[in-house]
């Protein structure tokens, strides 16, 4: 179960299961530090964190969500998503309601600076496609075994 074909083989006495390049855990984790890092100056043209851009990914997609449906998208903690919120609304992005009949409801809603970049992330998805080395359909195979994969480990929880 090598990562690669050049990978060292395990020393004497111990097992190859247990060396780091043959861990799908490691190869996930290191391919997701790579990925930031390739957003990490697209992001920087439109201010955000990648964490935020996340965020508005959801938003763009449907406006007015509740925090909880956010993190459910997203797979956070709600609470964890507070300081990030509180970033995007003082940058102007968006902007929080509290519900009318539960004021323990908070929805947010794009502000027009929030829905004018849109605009200009639409460039990032064709950036990540050219620094990727792959064609359309290669990425859209790995994306869904990668969601296969996510919800076995799901559902084994």
Known sequence: MN???NSPSAPTGQCADLLLQN????????????MTKVYKPLLLDLNLTYPQYLTMLVLWETDGLTVSDISA?????????????KRLEAEGLIHRTRGKEDERVVRLYLSEQGKALYDR???????????????QEQLRDMQKSLLKLRAQLHDGL
Request: proline residues 7%; hydrophobic residues 40%; contains cysteine.
């Open 73 to 85: 998208r997203m797979l956070t903690d709600p609470g964890s998503m507070t300081p990030l919120l």
């Open 3 to 5: 990562a690669d074909d």
């Open 121 to 135: 992330a639409k460039r990032i998805p064709a950036c990540v496609l050219a620094a990727s080395g792959l064609n």
């Open 23 to 34: 861990q799908l855990c490691y190869s996930l984790y290191s391919t997701s530090l790579m």
